[in-house]
């Protein structure tokens, strides 16, 4: 069983539009919570990652926003561009490390 | 500084053959890992190595085996392949843990087996 659920599978969106992807979590054991984005072909790299003692956090135009009693976690994309068409992955580790789950995936497609 | 490199890029194997996936990274992390990426199943932990000298179960190690050779190098070894083990391979590695450390990963190994 997935023990982290990101949703959707797929997103369009439109140029200049905002993106949002969402995950839950079941495991209170889990501590920290980065977002991997990857091209075609290549392997994920880190976007942005968040731990559960603040609730949102900002990079550029990529925010986590996070919700520790819902257990649950979202990726914002503001102002999305065509560069940003990627897969993105939520993941889920817990405090001692090593044994990172990730979601399952959404594929991210921004028209110009 | 290449990062992660992982050897092969393509394979095909029919069922039943062997073959090690290399993996080698040159930032002196000392920890590494493989994983397996199949569609809608996002990555799976198949082994990571802590540090040199140890290795340990990820979420779906059957069917595999690691040799963590040294610091630079991990590999993942298929005995007997089976098609359930077509997959995407990734190797990363991080500086600790990975808990709060960034994970590097390679560009992956597209392995099919018929």
């Known amino acids: 069983q997935q023990q982290v659920k990101q949703s959707p599978q797929s997103l369009i969106v439109q140029k200049g539009g905002i993106s949002i992807i969402n995950c839950a979590y079941e495991?209170?054991?889990?501590?920290?919570f980065p977002w991997y984005q990857q091209f075609p072909g290549k392997g994920p790299a880190l976007l942005i990652a968040?731990?559960?003692?603040?609730s949102e956090k900002k990079e550029g135009r990529f925010t986590i926003s996070f919700n520790k009693s819902a257990k649950q976690f979202s990726l914002h994309i503001m102002d999305s561009q065509p560069g940003d068409s990627a897969t993105y992955f939520c993941a889920a580790s817990p405090a001692g490390g090593f044994k990172t789950i990730f979601g399952a995936g959404t594929r991210l497609f921004v028209k110009a | 500084n290449a990062g992660v490199t992982q050897t092969p890029k393509f394979q095909v194997l029919k069922t039943g053959q062997s073959m090690t996936l290399q993996c080698a990274q040159d930032?002196?992390?000392?920890?590494m890992y493989w994983y397996r990426q199949d569609p809608g199943m996002g990555l799976r932990l198949i082994y990571y190595?802590?540090?040199?000298?140890?290795?340990d179960k990820g979420e779906v190690p059957n069917g595999y085996n690691v040799s963590r050779l040294n610091k630079r190098e991990f590999s993942l070894r298929l005995e007997s392949a089976a098609p359930s083990q077509t997959s995407v391979y990734f190797c990363?590695?991080?500086?600790?843990?990975?808990?709060?450390?960034?994970?590097?990963f390679g560009p992956g190994t597209r392995l099919t087996v018929l």
């Open positions: 930032m002196n992390h000392n920890s």
């Open positions: 495991n209170t054991a889990f501590d920290y």
């Open positions: 190595s802590a540090s040199e000298g140890t290795t």
């Open positions: 990363a590695s991080s500086e600790t843990s990975g808990y709060t450390d960034t994970q590097y």
């Open positions: 968040i731990r559960p003692d603040v």
